[in-house]
Protein backbone atom coordinates (compact mmCIF):
# COMPACT_ATOMS: atom_id res chain seq x y z
CA UNK A 1 0.00 0.00 0.00
CA UNK A 2 1.51 3.53 -0.69
CA UNK A 3 2.20 5.82 2.11
CA UNK A 4 1.89 9.14 1.81
CA UNK A 5 4.15 11.20 4.61
CA UNK A 6 2.70 14.54 4.98
CA UNK A 7 3.76 17.96 5.69
CA UNK A 8 7.61 17.56 6.91
CA UNK A 9 10.48 19.38 6.78
CA UNK A 10 12.58 17.71 4.20
CA UNK A 11 16.31 18.13 4.03
CA UNK A 12 18.48 16.77 1.21
CA UNK A 13 21.61 18.39 0.14
CA UNK A 14 22.31 16.09 -2.58
CA UNK A 15 19.08 17.68 -4.59
CA UNK A 16 19.40 20.83 -3.18
CA UNK A 17 16.01 20.12 -0.78
CA UNK A 18 14.79 22.14 2.35
CA UNK A 19 11.00 22.46 2.14
CA UNK A 20 8.11 21.01 4.31
CA UNK A 21 6.60 19.09 1.59
CA UNK A 22 4.35 15.76 1.26
CA UNK A 23 6.78 12.28 0.52
CA UNK A 24 4.88 9.75 -1.57
CA UNK A 25 6.35 6.13 -1.06
CA UNK A 26 5.41 3.70 -3.27
CA UNK A 27 6.50 0.05 -2.69
CA UNK A 28 10.45 0.42 -2.04
CA UNK A 29 10.68 3.60 -3.75
CA UNK A 30 10.00 6.93 -3.28
CA UNK A 31 7.55 7.85 -6.10
CA UNK A 32 7.04 11.71 -5.74
CA UNK A 33 8.21 14.38 -3.44
CA UNK A 34 6.49 18.05 -3.45
CA UNK A 35 3.03 20.11 -1.75
CA UNK A 36 -0.55 18.54 -1.86
CA UNK A 37 0.50 14.87 -2.86
CA UNK A 38 -2.72 12.58 -2.97
CA UNK A 39 -2.99 8.77 -3.43
CA UNK A 40 -6.16 7.07 -4.07
CA UNK A 41 -5.83 4.38 -1.07
CA UNK A 42 -3.02 5.31 0.05
CA UNK A 43 -2.20 5.65 3.96
CA UNK A 44 -1.35 9.24 5.47
CA UNK A 45 0.51 10.13 7.97
CA UNK A 46 0.76 13.93 9.23
CA UNK A 47 4.38 14.57 9.81
CA UNK A 48 3.89 18.32 10.57
CA UNK A 49 6.94 19.79 12.75
CA UNK A 50 9.13 16.84 12.16
CA UNK A 51 12.53 16.58 10.15
CA UNK A 52 12.81 13.84 7.23
CA UNK A 53 15.73 12.93 5.74
CA UNK A 54 17.38 10.12 4.07
CA UNK A 55 18.31 7.15 6.05
CA UNK A 56 21.21 7.20 8.70
CA UNK A 57 23.96 5.18 8.23
CA UNK A 58 26.54 3.73 10.75
CA UNK A 59 29.62 2.33 9.62
CA UNK A 60 31.32 1.10 12.35
CA UNK A 61 29.24 -1.15 14.59
CA UNK A 62 30.06 -4.64 16.28
CA UNK A 63 27.01 -6.45 16.02
CA UNK A 64 29.18 -9.72 18.06
CA UNK A 65 27.39 -12.93 16.10
CA UNK A 66 28.64 -14.80 15.39
CA UNK A 67 30.38 -16.27 19.07
CA UNK A 68 29.44 -13.53 21.42
CA UNK A 69 25.76 -13.18 21.19
CA UNK A 70 26.03 -12.75 25.03
CA UNK A 71 26.55 -9.09 24.01
CA UNK A 72 24.59 -8.43 21.27
CA UNK A 73 23.17 -9.89 18.40
CA UNK A 74 21.98 -9.28 15.05
CA UNK A 75 18.15 -8.74 15.76
CA UNK A 76 19.16 -6.89 19.11
CA UNK A 77 21.93 -4.70 17.11
CA UNK A 78 19.65 -3.80 14.57
CA UNK A 79 16.66 -2.77 16.80
CA UNK A 80 18.63 -0.47 18.40
CA UNK A 81 20.01 0.55 15.30
CA UNK A 82 16.51 1.56 14.18
CA UNK A 83 15.83 2.81 17.40
CA UNK A 84 18.42 5.27 16.72
CA UNK A 85 17.33 6.17 14.05
CA UNK A 86 19.93 4.38 10.92
CA UNK A 87 18.41 2.44 8.31
CA UNK A 88 21.54 0.87 7.77
CA UNK A 89 24.70 -0.28 9.71
CA UNK A 90 28.63 -1.76 8.70
CA UNK A 91 29.17 -4.77 10.60
CA UNK A 92 32.73 -5.26 11.94
CA UNK A 93 34.55 -8.53 11.10
CA UNK A 94 35.85 -8.89 15.30
CA UNK A 95 33.20 -12.19 15.71
CA UNK A 96 34.03 -15.93 16.92
CA UNK A 97 34.97 -17.00 14.17
CA UNK A 98 36.27 -13.63 12.73
CA UNK A 99 34.36 -12.87 9.26
CA UNK A 100 37.67 -13.83 7.38
CA UNK A 101 35.91 -15.97 4.48
CA UNK A 102 33.36 -15.72 2.20
CA UNK A 103 30.85 -18.01 4.55
CA UNK A 104 31.33 -15.71 7.29
CA UNK A 105 30.33 -13.06 5.18
CA UNK A 106 27.36 -14.90 3.52
CA UNK A 107 26.30 -16.41 7.48
CA UNK A 108 25.71 -12.25 8.63
CA UNK A 109 23.98 -11.84 5.21
CA UNK A 110 21.38 -14.21 5.90
CA UNK A 111 21.01 -13.75 9.33
CA UNK A 112 20.34 -9.63 8.86
CA UNK A 113 18.10 -10.73 5.98
CA UNK A 114 16.58 -12.99 8.48
CA UNK A 115 15.94 -10.96 11.62
CA UNK A 116 17.72 -7.62 10.97
CA UNK A 117 15.38 -4.18 11.46
CA UNK A 118 18.11 -2.46 9.03
CA UNK A 119 20.25 -3.01 6.34
CA UNK A 120 23.40 -4.70 7.15
CA UNK A 121 26.63 -4.16 5.12
CA UNK A 122 29.54 -6.77 6.18
CA UNK A 123 33.38 -5.74 5.88
CA UNK A 124 35.74 -8.27 5.97
CA UNK A 125 38.66 -8.57 8.17
CA UNK A 126 42.04 -7.73 6.41
CA UNK A 127 44.14 -10.42 7.50
CA UNK A 128 43.00 -13.93 9.41
CA UNK A 129 41.91 -14.20 12.58
CA UNK A 130 43.22 -10.43 12.71
CA UNK A 131 46.24 -11.81 13.68
CA UNK A 132 48.26 -9.41 10.81
CA UNK A 133 50.15 -12.89 9.52
CA UNK A 134 48.54 -13.58 6.32
CA UNK A 135 45.68 -12.17 4.18
CA UNK A 136 42.34 -13.14 4.16
CA UNK A 137 40.44 -13.92 1.71
CA UNK A 138 40.02 -10.97 0.43
CA UNK A 139 38.90 -11.72 -3.11
CA UNK A 140 35.99 -14.06 -1.70
CA UNK A 141 34.51 -11.84 0.36
CA UNK A 142 34.30 -8.96 -2.17
CA UNK A 143 32.85 -11.23 -4.64
CA UNK A 144 30.38 -12.42 -2.17
CA UNK A 145 29.29 -8.80 -0.78
CA UNK A 146 32.04 -7.48 1.42
CA UNK A 147 31.80 -3.72 1.18
CA UNK A 148 35.24 -2.60 3.72
CA UNK A 149 38.05 -4.55 4.88
CA UNK A 150 39.40 -3.97 8.28
CA UNK A 151 40.87 -5.21 11.12
CA UNK A 152 39.26 -3.40 14.03
CA UNK A 153 39.88 -4.11 17.57
CA UNK A 154 43.38 -4.56 16.87
CA UNK A 155 44.94 -2.96 13.67
CA UNK A 156 47.24 -4.31 11.35
CA UNK A 157 50.71 -3.80 12.98
CA UNK A 158 53.18 -4.16 10.45
CA UNK A 159 53.62 -1.79 7.47
CA UNK A 160 54.68 -4.53 4.99
CA UNK A 161 51.21 -6.68 5.54
CA UNK A 162 48.94 -3.45 5.66
CA UNK A 163 50.43 -2.62 2.09
CA UNK A 164 49.67 -6.01 0.85
CA UNK A 165 46.31 -5.78 2.13
CA UNK A 166 45.99 -2.46 -0.05
CA UNK A 167 47.62 -3.73 -3.09
CA UNK A 168 44.91 -6.18 -2.94
CA UNK A 169 41.94 -3.97 -1.76
CA UNK A 170 42.44 -1.95 -4.73
CA UNK A 171 42.52 -4.15 -7.43
CA UNK A 172 38.61 -5.01 -6.00
CA UNK A 173 37.44 -1.17 -5.18
CA UNK A 174 36.97 -1.47 -1.71
CA UNK A 175 38.14 0.92 0.79
CA UNK A 176 40.32 -0.63 3.93
CA UNK A 177 39.79 0.87 7.24
CA UNK A 178 42.38 1.48 9.50
CA UNK A 179 41.92 0.77 13.47
CA UNK A 180 45.11 2.66 13.86
CA UNK A 181 47.07 1.30 17.20
CA UNK A 182 50.60 0.76 17.46
CA UNK A 183 50.95 -2.34 19.90
CA UNK A 184 54.22 -1.60 20.78
CA UNK A 185 53.81 1.67 22.07
CA UNK A 186 50.01 1.07 23.64
CA UNK A 187 51.05 -2.08 25.57
CA UNK A 188 48.64 -2.63 28.53
CA UNK A 189 47.46 1.53 27.69
CA UNK A 190 44.33 1.64 29.66
CA UNK A 191 43.26 5.64 28.92
CA UNK A 192 44.91 8.47 27.57
CA UNK A 193 48.36 9.09 28.78
CA UNK A 194 49.21 12.05 30.87
CA UNK A 195 48.02 13.74 34.02
CA UNK A 196 44.87 11.57 34.15
CA UNK A 197 46.38 8.29 33.89
CA UNK A 198 48.91 9.60 36.67
CA UNK A 199 46.19 10.75 38.64
CA UNK A 200 44.06 7.06 38.87
CA UNK A 201 47.39 5.62 38.65
CA UNK A 202 46.76 3.41 35.36
CA UNK A 203 48.90 2.23 32.37
CA UNK A 204 48.61 5.45 29.56
CA UNK A 205 48.03 5.12 26.16
CA UNK A 206 49.78 7.65 24.42
CA UNK A 207 48.46 8.97 21.48
CA UNK A 208 51.58 8.59 19.53
CA UNK A 209 50.54 5.09 19.34
CA UNK A 210 47.50 6.21 17.38
CA UNK A 211 49.07 9.03 15.33
CA UNK A 212 51.88 7.12 14.24
CA UNK A 213 49.78 4.20 12.45
CA UNK A 214 47.70 7.40 10.85
CA UNK A 215 50.88 8.56 9.12
CA UNK A 216 51.94 5.20 8.45
CA UNK A 217 48.86 4.07 6.80
CA UNK A 218 48.38 7.85 4.52
CA UNK A 219 52.10 6.92 3.16
CA UNK A 220 50.82 3.28 2.26
CA UNK A 221 47.78 5.32 0.87
CA UNK A 222 49.50 7.05 -1.40
CA UNK A 223 52.08 4.29 -2.17
CA UNK A 224 49.37 2.13 -3.17
CA UNK A 225 46.36 4.29 -4.64
CA UNK A 226 44.16 2.20 -2.35
CA UNK A 227 41.17 4.30 -0.71
CA UNK A 228 41.85 4.66 3.02
CA UNK A 229 39.15 5.23 5.94
CA UNK A 230 41.27 6.24 9.37
CA UNK A 231 38.58 4.81 12.11
CA UNK A 232 37.58 6.28 15.22
CA UNK A 233 40.02 9.34 15.57
CA UNK A 234 40.14 10.87 18.59
CA UNK A 235 43.24 13.39 18.60
CA UNK A 236 44.33 17.03 16.72
CA UNK A 237 47.07 15.57 15.28
CA UNK A 238 46.28 12.34 13.75
CA UNK A 239 43.19 14.53 12.31
CA UNK A 240 46.08 17.37 10.82
CA UNK A 241 47.69 14.72 8.84
CA UNK A 242 44.27 13.35 7.49
CA UNK A 243 43.49 17.13 6.52
CA UNK A 244 47.43 17.05 5.21
CA UNK A 245 46.23 14.15 3.19
CA UNK A 246 43.39 15.36 1.83
CA UNK A 247 44.66 18.77 0.53
CA UNK A 248 47.12 16.66 -1.41
CA UNK A 249 44.71 14.93 -3.10
CA UNK A 250 45.02 11.32 -1.51
CA UNK A 251 41.95 8.69 -1.33
CA UNK A 252 41.81 9.65 2.61
CA UNK A 253 38.64 9.94 4.75
CA UNK A 254 38.11 9.91 8.98
CA UNK A 255 35.38 8.97 11.27
CA UNK A 256 34.54 10.23 14.81
CA UNK A 257 32.27 9.18 17.61
CA UNK A 258 30.24 11.39 19.69
CA UNK A 259 32.33 9.97 22.26
CA UNK A 260 35.34 11.39 21.39
CA UNK A 261 33.69 14.39 20.45
CA UNK A 262 31.41 15.33 23.71
CA UNK A 263 33.58 13.49 26.81
CA UNK A 264 37.22 13.19 27.56
CA UNK A 265 39.64 12.01 29.92
CA UNK A 266 38.59 14.37 32.86
CA UNK A 267 35.27 12.78 32.89
CA UNK A 268 36.59 9.12 34.42
CA UNK A 269 36.59 9.96 37.79
CA UNK A 270 37.88 8.09 41.40
CA UNK A 271 35.04 5.53 40.56
CA UNK A 272 36.57 3.95 37.43
CA UNK A 273 33.61 3.95 35.63
CA UNK A 274 34.28 1.36 32.80
CA UNK A 275 31.67 2.95 30.47
CA UNK A 276 34.86 5.57 29.90
CA UNK A 277 36.97 3.30 28.90
CA UNK A 278 36.89 3.24 25.33
CA UNK A 279 39.30 2.18 22.66
CA UNK A 280 41.13 4.43 21.65
CA UNK A 281 40.79 6.03 24.74
CA UNK A 282 38.88 9.69 25.94
CA UNK A 283 41.15 12.47 25.09
CA UNK A 284 41.96 15.92 25.88
CA UNK A 285 39.29 18.88 26.17
CA UNK A 286 41.58 19.85 23.29
CA UNK A 287 41.33 17.48 21.16
CA UNK A 288 37.25 17.24 21.72
CA UNK A 289 37.47 20.46 20.33
CA UNK A 290 39.99 19.96 17.16
CA UNK A 291 37.70 17.23 16.78
CA UNK A 292 34.43 19.25 16.41
CA UNK A 293 36.36 22.07 14.37
CA UNK A 294 37.10 19.19 12.30
CA UNK A 295 33.05 18.07 12.02
CA UNK A 296 32.09 21.48 10.97
CA UNK A 297 35.13 22.53 8.48
CA UNK A 298 34.85 18.63 6.71
CA UNK A 299 37.97 17.77 7.31
CA UNK A 300 36.08 14.69 9.93
CA UNK A 301 33.54 12.68 6.72
CA UNK A 302 31.47 10.98 8.68
CA UNK A 303 30.19 10.12 12.50
CA UNK A 304 29.85 6.43 13.56
CA UNK A 305 29.12 4.93 16.72
CA UNK A 306 31.74 2.07 17.45
CA UNK A 307 28.47 0.37 18.81
CA UNK A 308 30.42 -1.79 21.32
CA UNK A 309 28.28 -3.69 23.27
CA UNK A 310 29.46 -5.79 26.30
CA UNK A 311 27.82 -7.65 29.57
CA UNK A 312 27.40 -6.18 32.70
CA UNK A 313 29.31 -8.55 34.07
CA UNK A 314 32.17 -8.16 32.34
CA UNK A 315 31.98 -4.10 32.44
CA UNK A 316 31.65 -4.66 36.10
CA UNK A 317 35.26 -5.52 36.94
CA UNK A 318 38.50 -3.34 38.00
CA UNK A 319 39.53 -1.05 34.94
CA UNK A 320 42.18 -3.03 33.67
CA UNK A 321 40.35 -5.99 33.63
CA UNK A 322 37.05 -4.80 31.95
CA UNK A 323 36.75 -4.56 28.22
CA UNK A 324 36.81 -1.23 25.96
CA UNK A 325 33.91 -0.18 23.99
CA UNK A 326 30.64 1.72 25.03
CA UNK A 327 27.64 1.23 23.60
CA UNK A 328 25.93 4.31 21.17
CA UNK A 329 23.65 3.60 18.30
CA UNK A 330 20.26 4.86 19.86
CA UNK A 331 22.55 7.77 21.56
CA UNK A 332 24.32 9.43 18.49
CA UNK A 333 21.56 11.62 16.99
CA UNK A 334 20.04 12.81 19.79
CA UNK A 335 23.88 13.90 20.86
CA UNK A 336 24.57 15.12 17.38
CA UNK A 337 21.35 17.25 17.68
CA UNK A 338 21.64 18.70 21.36
CA UNK A 339 25.06 19.45 20.90
CA UNK A 340 25.92 20.82 17.50
CA UNK A 341 22.83 21.01 15.50
CA UNK A 342 20.28 22.89 17.75
CA UNK A 343 23.04 25.46 19.21
CA UNK A 344 23.64 25.69 15.33
CA UNK A 345 27.58 24.81 15.43
CA UNK A 346 26.39 22.99 12.43
CA UNK A 347 23.28 22.84 9.99
CA UNK A 348 20.77 20.36 9.40
CA UNK A 349 22.78 20.01 5.57
CA UNK A 350 25.69 19.06 7.48
CA UNK A 351 24.44 16.48 9.77
CA UNK A 352 23.10 14.86 7.09
CA UNK A 353 26.49 14.66 5.15
CA UNK A 354 27.84 13.38 7.75
CA UNK A 355 25.18 10.88 8.52
CA UNK A 356 23.74 9.62 5.40
CA UNK A 357 25.56 10.87 2.43
CA UNK A 358 29.33 10.53 2.83
CA UNK A 359 29.04 7.16 4.78
CA UNK A 360 27.14 5.46 1.61
CA UNK A 361 30.02 7.04 -0.73
CA UNK A 362 32.53 5.29 1.22
CA UNK A 363 31.42 1.72 1.48
CA UNK A 364 30.44 2.55 -2.07
CA UNK A 365 27.04 1.61 -1.51
CA UNK A 366 23.57 2.18 -3.84
CA UNK A 367 23.42 6.33 -3.04
CA UNK A 368 19.94 7.33 -1.37
CA UNK A 369 18.13 10.59 -1.82
CA UNK A 370 14.72 12.44 -1.20
CA UNK A 371 13.73 12.28 -4.54
CA UNK A 372 11.53 10.75 -7.10
CA UNK A 373 12.68 6.76 -7.88
CA UNK A 374 14.78 6.55 -5.15
CA UNK A 375 15.18 3.58 -2.76
CA UNK A 376 12.65 4.58 0.61
CA UNK A 377 15.29 4.52 3.63
CA UNK A 378 14.05 6.78 5.02
CA UNK A 379 14.57 8.53 8.82
CA UNK A 380 12.06 10.53 10.71
CA UNK A 381 12.99 13.08 13.43
CA UNK A 382 11.37 14.93 15.88
CA UNK A 383 14.36 17.84 16.44
CA UNK A 384 12.12 19.20 19.79
CA UNK A 385 11.58 16.01 21.37
CA UNK A 386 12.99 15.83 25.03
CA UNK A 387 13.88 13.04 26.50
CA UNK A 388 16.64 11.28 28.85
CA UNK A 389 18.84 8.55 28.64
CA UNK A 390 17.47 5.42 30.34
CA UNK A 391 19.05 1.82 30.53
CA UNK A 392 15.32 1.03 30.44
CA UNK A 393 14.59 2.69 27.04
CA UNK A 394 17.45 0.96 25.26
CA UNK A 395 16.57 -2.00 22.58
CA UNK A 396 20.21 -3.05 22.63
CA UNK A 397 20.95 -6.25 24.90
CA UNK A 398 23.11 -4.26 26.84
CA UNK A 399 23.49 -0.89 28.84
CA UNK A 400 27.38 0.28 28.63
CA UNK A 401 26.83 3.67 27.96
CA UNK A 402 28.57 6.35 29.64
CA UNK A 403 25.24 8.82 28.48
CA UNK A 404 23.23 7.27 30.44
CA UNK A 405 21.23 10.38 32.44
CA UNK A 406 21.87 13.37 29.79
CA UNK A 407 19.09 15.13 29.08
CA UNK A 408 18.73 15.32 25.09
CA UNK A 409 16.63 16.88 22.43
CA UNK A 410 15.56 15.74 19.44
CA UNK A 411 15.60 11.76 18.55
CA UNK A 412 14.29 9.87 15.62
CA UNK A 413 11.02 8.90 15.74
CA UNK A 414 9.78 7.03 12.06
CA UNK A 415 12.43 4.96 10.46
CA UNK A 416 11.43 3.40 6.76
CA UNK A 417 13.43 0.66 5.47
CA UNK A 418 12.93 -0.35 1.41
CA UNK A 419 9.49 1.55 2.72
CA UNK A 420 9.14 -1.08 5.42
CA UNK A 421 8.30 0.66 8.90
CA UNK A 422 10.69 -0.45 11.10
CA UNK A 423 10.09 2.31 13.89
CA UNK A 424 7.17 3.84 14.07
CA UNK A 425 6.42 6.68 16.82
CA UNK A 426 9.56 5.88 18.51
CA UNK A 427 8.19 1.93 18.77
CA UNK A 428 10.72 -0.25 17.15
CA UNK A 429 8.25 -2.56 14.64
Known amino acids: ??????????????????????????????????????????????????????????????????????????????????????????????????????????????????????????????????????????????????????????????????????????????????????????????????????????????????????????ALSRLTGCPLHIQHISTERGLNAVRAAKEEGLKVTCEATPHHLFLNEDMIGTNYDTNFKVNPPLRTIADNQALIQGVVDGSVDVIVTDHAPHTAFEKDREFELAPFGMTGIETSLGLMLTNLVNPGVISWQRLVELMCIKPREILRVEPVSISAGSTADITVIDPALAWTVTEEDFESRASNCAFIGYDLVGRATDVYVGGVATMIDCKVQ
Not at 156 to 170: E, I, K
Not at 189 to 210: D, F, H, I, K, Y
Request: proline content about 3%.
Open 1 to 218: MALILKNVRAIDPQVNLDEVCDVLIEGDKISQVGKGINAEGAEVRDMIGKVLVPGLVDIHVHLREPGYEQKEDIQTGTCAAAHGGFTAVCAMPNTLPVTDTALAVEYTKARAKEVGKCRVHVSGACTKGLKGESLSEMGDMAAHGAVAFTDDGRGVQTAGMMRRVMDYAVQFNKVVMSHCQDESLVGSGQVNEGVVSTRLGVAGWPAEGEELQIVRDI
